[in-house]
């Protein structure tokens, strides 16, 4: 997506050989035209898929999965990393381990939101080792239900998150898929 492809090259900023700062329109500002032009891209590409419902993991897949799910008409859920003081116990759970923030998390699903017959897209704005999409597909399957596909928005594609995700069957989709950064550049595939 040639948008996106621009924006991360004239606003990102390239910490070092493996991470990216795109906080200035995607993980802490957002940018709303920005988002809308990518859920329809995600709308786009999924457009032959029967899709029900639209998961991703708080907080940065939020915006662009609204979108998605605005376009689409189709319920969007986000998988909480905290359990909170109101959740009950009927819940999907699994842990995922984050590659920017060094850390695991349990994510929760409340089980009322995901049936066996939904065909869930899964949406998230980074792919790295594959560690939260995978974990969100973990969740897809304890319900019985169909992951019809993964959207991501950004791809470092030097890293074996996409590999993963495919070798294991799913089709995946991501709107900016990098090579690798070099001298403060972004080099996309």
Same mark, same amino acid.
């Given at each position: $997506? ?16 493996? #991470? ?11 940018? =709303?035209?920005?988002?809308?032009? $990518? ?30 799910? #605005?376009? #689409?008409?189709? =319920? ?83 890293? =074996?998150?996409?590999?993963? #995700? ?24």
């Amino acid at each position: $997506m040639d948008l996106l492809k621009k924006r991360i090259q004239s606003d990102g900023q390239v910490l070092n050989d493996s #991470l990216l700062k795109v906080d200035s329109f995607l993980n802490q500002q957002i940018d =709303p035209q920005l988002m809308l032009k $990518m859920g329809e891209e995600f709308a786009k590409r999924f457009s032959g898929e029967s899709i029900t419902k639209i998961l991703t993991i708080e907080s940065s897949g939020i915006a662009v999965s609204v979108m998605a799910g #605005l376009i #689409l008409n189709v =319920p969007v859920i986000f998988a909480r990393k905290k359990k909170s003081v109101i959740s009950n116990d009927a819940l999907y759970c699994t842990t995922v381990y984050s590659f920017t923030k060094r850390e695991s998390n349990n994510i929760i699903v409340s089980k009322k939101f995901l049936q066996e017959d939904d065909h869930v897209l899964i949406l998230d704005d980074f792919l790295a080792n594959g560690e939260a999409a995978t974990g969100l597909a973990s969740i897809v399957e304890q319900a019985n239900a169909k992951v019809t596909g993964i959207g991501i928005v950004i791809e470092k594609s030097f890293q =074996p998150g996409a590999q993963k #995700l495919l070798q294991a069957g799913y089709r995946v989709e991501s709107l900016a898929r990098i090579a690798s950064f070099s001298n403060g550049q972004v080099n996309f595939l």
